[in-house]
C-alpha cells in the first residue's frame, strides 16, 4: 500500500508540474504535436504505399502468347513446362475464342470488327497464357524463362513500368522509415533539454530533496512521469488529426487514387493502430526525454 500511496503522490506532483510550468511545458507539448503529426504522416504514407506494392504484385500478370500454329497437345506440353518455373503461383491458359468473345462484349467497336472472325483460322489472336508470380522482383527472369519454352512466340508483363513503379515505392517507403526515426529522435533530444530547463529552475527544490535523504529515483520518478504526462497531451491534436482526417480523405477519393491499382487502407482499424501508435511514441519520447535530462542533471 505504501507503494502505491508513494506512486499516487508522484503522479499527482508530476500533473501540477506539468501545469505549474506552464511556459516550458507548452514548449514540450508544442513540440510533440508537430512532431508527431508529421510522424502521423509518414507512417500513414508508409503503410499506404506498402498497400500499393502489394496490389501491384498481386495484379501484375506475366501474359504468354503462343504460336499462331500451335497444337493442343503442345499446349498441354508447355503448360507443364511452365509450372516447373520456381516463382509460378498461378497459371490460367486463355483460348483465343474466348479472348474474341471478351473483346467483342467490351467494345462495339470490336464487334462490328471481329463479327466475321467465325473459326480459329480466321481469328489473328495468339492463344495464351496468363501467369502469375510469387516474388515480382523475380518477374524479369520468370518471364525470360518462359519465353525459351518451345511454342512460346512472346512474353508480356508490362516491363520497365512495374519496375519503375515497384522501385519508386519501395524508395518512398524506405524514405517515411527513415523520417519517423529522425523525427523521434529530434524530438527525443528537444524535449530533454526543454526538461533540463524546468529541472534547472527547480535545482534548490531537487537539492532540498536530496538534503533530506530523498533516493535517486523519488527524486526522478515526477520528472519522468511528467514527460509521460507531456506525451500524451502533446498526442492528443496529432490523433484527433489522424482520425477525422485520414477518413475525410479516403471518403473523398472513395478509398481509391487514380486508379483500382492504388487503394487507401481501409480507415477501420487503421486509424486505431495509428492513434495507439502515436499515443506510444508520445509516452515513450516524453518519458526518455525526462529520463535523459533528469540523469544528466544528476550525474547518475
Known sequence: MRVFRIFGR????SFKSVFRNF??????????TITLVVVAVSIILSFNVNNFTNLVKKDVTVVAFLDKDIKEEEIDVIEKEIWKIDNVSK???????????EMMDSSDTYKTIMANWK????NPLQDAFQVKVEDIEDIEKTANAIEKI????????GEGMVDQLVSTFDVVKKG???AVIALILVTAFLISNTIKITIYSRRREIDIMRLVGASNI????PFILEGLFLGIIGSIIPIIMTVYGYVAIYDRFGGQLFSHFIQFVKPQPFIYFISLTLLVIGMLVGMFGSWRAVRKYMKI
Open 10 to 13: 508522484h503522479i499527482r506532483d
Open 23 to 32: 511556459a516550458l511545458s507548452l514548449a514540450s507539448i508544442s513540440c510533440i
Open 91 to 101: 497459371l490460367e491458359f486463355k483460348d483465343k475464342m474466348i479472348t474474341k468473345e
Open 119 to 122: 473459326t480459329r483460322e480466321d
Open 150 to 157: 518451345d511454342g512460346v512466340n512472346v512474353v508480356k508483363y
Open 176 to 178: 517515411s522509415y527513415f
Open 218 to 221: 523519488n527524486i526522478k520518478v
